[in-house]
């Protein structure tokens, strides 16, 4: 009676409110110890922090107290079987959580024997280690059994100097008695509990709070803790005083600051009921396998505190108390203030567990209709963490994530009595764990983003990385390459050499060695002569090749084929000379050699070097000029040449196409040049002057004028142009790719390439004159284009496609709609029939307008969709 | 020389106040060059701001080039996995309106490949932004799950459409009460009053 006489000071919580205790109801009869009671369901997460592992197997036998479930990291506890029997099942099973999920539970299939398995009580626990001690601790299941469940282990290897060892016998919450109960029968029990925790923390002084409306279990405290460093600490009733930081604050006036742990101001908290759990655990070796669940409620017939097996179904225990289902609303787990309702009542008990709730419906009436925020404040008055509810509860209606941080919601603990004391009955509460959760699941969110985004950079770093080593490997194989190419032709050059020195000792009948020799003989001529002379040898030599082999074909010789290649040789070789003295002929022109007019090649060779010649003392546009116009005449000339071959079918119809080739190629390089050197304002007098009859020459000249047209025009009209002139090309290569076509010719190929290339060419224009062209210039262009050439395909679709935009854009999505589905509809005939078309004549184009055919009809399909 | 600018109390004043220019106009310049700061700094707070799926969805190749764009004007509803809450966060940044996603919101999901189906193309591989896939040529490919971040970059390229986006199951972990919506679902704290309050 003394320690009550000299009562310590204790300080005043903050806020609190006082709802009706109804406590007596369960304190009626003493504790029931509970048999076992049908199937035992053991979920793997009874408490907080990490599930434990199950480490027994289906159909293995198990006795009561064996370890069925090892801890998994620290924060973690371990699982016992709470009676001997066999295991069933591993599975989901419901569980007591406000999500109404499934969890993992072993299942145990009790044998009815409830056989212990063997027990390793720590007798002398204070001659033990404090880590084997918290060990035996932890793997004996402990958690706190006020409600959270924290592994008891991780508050108790703290390391920080402990002033205050707090026994929490708190118990605010209405209804529940357990720990009361507990306190009252068990107080020796506890208090040597309270003994092992004080050796394991080695605190200043001990102190048990307990509320002044549990008068019986203070005595029974009181008494137990006679002449042992333990204080009971006795303090106002008030709600919520048993919360840890609630009661660290009433009994020491400490306030454990935001985020931190009553460890940080040298204090460790302990439940009563955990600390009975430890003392089992240390001096009788017995696991957690059981606790003192409060039953109560006007819905079951005998309300009292029962010692019931984990695991038991929350079914089974209501029946064994007189469970009415109809008279009750629901049952709840916990407390009226901070319990939630059971979903399923197939869940079993579990370590935290301290109250079974079934109240009738005008015992806990189903709150009322939540009204609008007064703004009284009540609720501030209320809060035991001096928060701002009201100001909580709109950041939460807005999701301002910030502004919650900012008043600390984070530090609310929960406890409802903003929700009790509101006059608009708003479920403030809800809305603050929902913001909770948001806020954790945010950081989580944003933890993973970073995380995303190191291993984005990461890869990025490392494709980078890989395409730097590739782009080395490239360029060391490159410089390889080159290396060996290098070494080859100067091999392949000193081997031609050789050969060319050997050549004369070798063979003099040789006509190639023969004409080396005499190239050798004029080398102190200069290059043009030997050229010229080169040239002249060598069509002597070919007419002299073409009489023996027209002889020999007369004779039907043996050596015809002989012939004929050596007279391919000998022509090719022709060709080569030829063209060194075009080139030496380019820098040095003198008077026209001596040729055979017979020979059209050299003949026009002639002609061009004399007008070279004359172009000499012209002007360079002159001179390009000139040239391009011989070059045309030259070109027409080869053209009814190739055609002449053709006809008769002879070998020279090859050598003289390649050779127009290359000389369209110069004429088109005259042009250029001449492009170049005109300025804008001759180029349109000059162009007429080529001759209108060769088309390419015509085309180019009016490039020409065309681009020189262009030079004083804006970006936009010279777009038009360039348009414009592609089309009308466009619609040339196409007829002659027709023509081409129908007489086989090979050409028709190269024309098609060319013709691609223009359309691309076209397109590339359409897309830039779009993105220069004003949007109010459209309209126009567009109808501009639709006039220029309604028989090009191409240019016409363009010209439809920006015709529409261009009303499209004046329109409701209703309409466009409507009338893309029209315009659709159109293409999908037209095609239709170009199909059918296409698939008589057994053309090529069938399949890409099938496929064109199928991709505008899900074209229809998706807006029709879209219609609806 | 001090007796000259006491006389000409203009000149002096012009070339105090000139000096004082060119001293700033060094301390200026050498402070430019001294901390000048590397790539506009929003950028940076943009990019922290979004969910780093890397999934293309806003049009950009990836969240950093989005964070770019919006830096430079671009919209900021373009974030299918962000959702309203990006775009709460941007438009609070950015001090601009929030508007309306410009896309369907996205469940939380993670690729899954079934992998009997697959074919060992490592396209998907060669697709997936974060490397959170492991697989080689012709051998099976798997989704490391909790690398995934939904960005769905690797269905398109698989040729044999064996990969799934499975939305992230909610575990006893991950649960969290919802907001209260209706009376019914706030019927479990404010209870002890026996209806004294109606």
Redo the contacts between chains.
């Keep these: 009676m003394s320690a009550l006489k000299k009562m310590r000071k204790t300080y005043k919580l903050r806020g609190g409110i006082h709802p009706p205790e109804n406590k007596t109801q369960s304190l009626q009869s003493p504790i029931d110890v509970l048999p076992v009671m049908g199937e035992i369901v053991l979920p793997l997460g009874m408490h907080i922090g990490a599930p434990a592992e199950a480490i027994v197997e289906v159909g293995q036998t198990v006795l009561k107290g064996e370890m069925i479930a090892k801890p998994k990291g620290f924060v973690s506890t371990a699982i016992h079987a709470s009676t001997s029997g066999t295991v069933k099942a591993i599975e989901h099973r419901p569980i007591i959580h406000a999500s109404g999920m499934t969890a993992p539970c072993i299942v145990i299939e009790p044998d009815g024997k409830d056989q212990w398995t063997t027990l390793t009580p720590i007798l002398n626990y204070r001659q033990s280690e404090k880590n084997d001690l918290l060990e035996h601790i932890n793997n004996s299941g402990i958690a706190g059994m006020g409600g959270a469940g924290f592994p008891s282990r991780v508050k108790l290897a703290t390391d920080k100097t402990i002033e205050q060892l707090i026994i929490n016998g708190t118990e605010c919450e209405p209804y529940i008695t357990a720990d009361d109960i507990l306190m009252q029968e068990r107080a020796a029990e506890i208090v040597e509990g309270i003994e092992i925790l004080q050796h394991l923390v080695n605190p200043q002084e001990t102190l048990i709070g307990v509320e002044d409306n549990k008068p019986e279990a203070i005595n029974a405290l009181q008494a137990a803790t006679q002449g042992k460093n333990i204080e009971v600490v006795v303090f106002p009733t008030k709600y919520p005083s048993g919360g840890e930081k609630q009661l660290i604050q009433i009994l020491t006036g400490k306030e454990v600051k935001s985020g931190g742990l009553p460890a940080d101001v040298g204090v460790v908290c302990q439940n009563i009921g955990s600390t009975y759990a430890i003392f089992r655990a240390v001096k009788h070796g017995e696991p957690l396998i059981s606790r003192i669940t409060t039953l109560t409620g006007e819905a079951l017939t005998t309300k009292k505190n029962v010692e019931v097996r984990l695991g038991t179904s929350v079914q089974q225990l209501l029946d064994f108390a007189g469970f009415h289902a109809s008279r009750a609303n629901r049952v709840i787990a916990g407390g009226p203030m901070m319990g939630f309702s059971i979903p399923s009542l197939d869940a079993p008990v579990v370590k935290t567990t301290n109250c079974l709730l079934a109240p009738e419906s005008n015992e806990l009436p189903l709150p009322p209709e939540a009204q609008p925020c007064i703004r009284c404040g009540m609720c501030s008055e209320a809060c035991p963490v001096s928060l701002l509810p009201q100001q909580l509860y709109w950041f939460a209606q807005a999701k301002d994530q910030e502004g919650l941080k900012k008043h600390h919601l984070m530090d609310c603990i929960e406890c409802g009595a903003c929700s009790y004391v509101c006059p608009s009955n708003i479920p403030l509460v809800q809305y603050y764990r929902a913001s909770k959760a948001d806020i954790r699941q945010t950081a989580e969110d944003q933890k993973k983003a970073d995380y995303a985004k190191t291993r984005y950079e990461a890869r990025l770093a490392r494709i980078e990385k890989e395409e730097a080593e590739k782009e080395a490997k490239k360029q060391a194989r490159l410089k390889k390459a080159a290396a060996a190419t290098t070494a080859k032709e100067k091999s392949e050059v000193k081997a031609a050499v050789e050969r060319t020195k050997a050549a004369p000792a070798e063979a003099t009948d040789d006509p190639v060695a023969a004409a080396i020799a005499r190239a050798k003989a004029k080398a102190d001529a200069s290059p043009l002569d030997k050229a010229k002379d080169n040239v002249a040898s060598l069509e002597k030599r070919l007419k002299k090749a073409q009489a023996k082999l027209d002889a020999a074909k007369a004779n039907n010789d043996e050596n015809l084929a002989a012939f004929e290649s050596s007279l391919t040789k000998l022509q090719d070789k022709l060709t080569t000379a030829k063209a060194e003295l075009e080139k030496l002929q380019g820098e040095a022109p003198k008077a026209t050699p001596e040729i055979n007019t017979d020979d059209p090649v050299a003949a026009a060779i002639a002609r061009a070097q004399a007008s070279r010649a004359d172009g000499e003392s012209l002007s360079p546009e002159d001179k390009l000029n000139k040239d391009i116009e011989s070059l045309t005449k030259r070109i027409k000339a080869t053209e009814t040449k190739v055609a002449a071959a053709k006809e008769n079918g002879d070998e020279k119809a090859e050598i003289l196409e390649s050779s127009l080739t290359k000389m369209q190629d110069k004429l088109t390089t005259a042009q250029n040049e001449l492009a170049k050197l005109q300025p804008a304002k001759e180029a349109p007098q000059a162009a007429p002057a080529v001759d209108e009859n060769d088309p390419v020459a015509a085309a180019i000249a009016r490039a020409q004028a065309k681009r020189s047209g262009d030079e004083a025009l804006s970006p936009e009209d010279k777009l038009k142009k360039d348009i414009d002139g592609l089309n009308k090309r466009i619609n040339a290569t196409q007829e002659k790719v027709a023509t081409a076509k129908e007489n086989g010719d090979d050409k028709a190929e190269i024309l098609e390439s060319s013709l691609n290339k223009m359309q691309d060419k076209l397109k590339a224009a359409e897309a830039e004159l779009a993105k220069l062209q004003p949007a109010t210039e459209k309209t126009e262009d567009a109808a501009a284009t639709q006039s220029h050439d309604p028989n090009d395909p191409v240019a016409a679709a363009i010209a439809r496609a920006q015709a529409k935009r261009e009303q499209s854009s004046d329109l409701s999505p209703e309409e466009k709609r409507e009338k893309d589905i029209a315009h659709l509809e159109k293409r999908i005939k037209l095609t239709e029939e170009k199909l059918s078309e296409a698939k008589d004549a057994g053309d090529d184009k069938a399949e890409i307008l099938e496929s064109s055919l199928e991709k505008l009809k899900t074209k229809l399909a998706d807006l029709a969709a879209a219609e609806d | 020389m001090i007796e000259f600018l006491t006389e000409n109390a203009l000149l002096a004043a012009l070339i105090a106040l000139g000096g004082l220019a060119l001293v700033f106009g060094g301390i200026l310049g050498f402070a430019s060059v001294k901390f000048k700061v590397e790539g506009n700094p929003i950028v940076d707070q943009i ?1 922290d701001l ?5 999934c293309g969805q806003c049009g950009f190749p ?2 950093k080039p989005y964070a770019e764009a919006i830096a430079d004007g671009e919209e900021i509803n373009r974030c299918p996995p962000g959702g309203e ?1 990006t775009i ?1 966060h941007l438009a ?1 940044l950015l001090d601009v309106e929030v508007k309306p996603l410009d896309a369907e919101e996205k469940v939380p999901s993670v690729a899954f490949i079934r992998e009997a189906e697959c074919i060992g193309c490592t396209k998907c591989i060669q697709a997936c ?4 896939i492991l697989g080689a040529a012709k051998q099976m490919h798997t989704v490391i799950g909790s ?1 995934c ?1 939904g960005c769905d970059l690797c269905t398109d390229p698989c040729p044999v459409d064996c990969i799934d986006m499975v939305p992230i199951e ?3 972990q ?7 919506k209706t ?13 004294e ?2």
């Design positions: 990019n979004l969910p780093q799926t890397q990836g969240c809450a709460q609070d932004p974060v490397d959170a690398e971040t909610t575990t006893m991950t649960w969290h009460w919802d907001l209260p009376p019914a679902q706030s019927q479990l704290i404010a209870t002890d009053r026996k209806g309050v109606a």
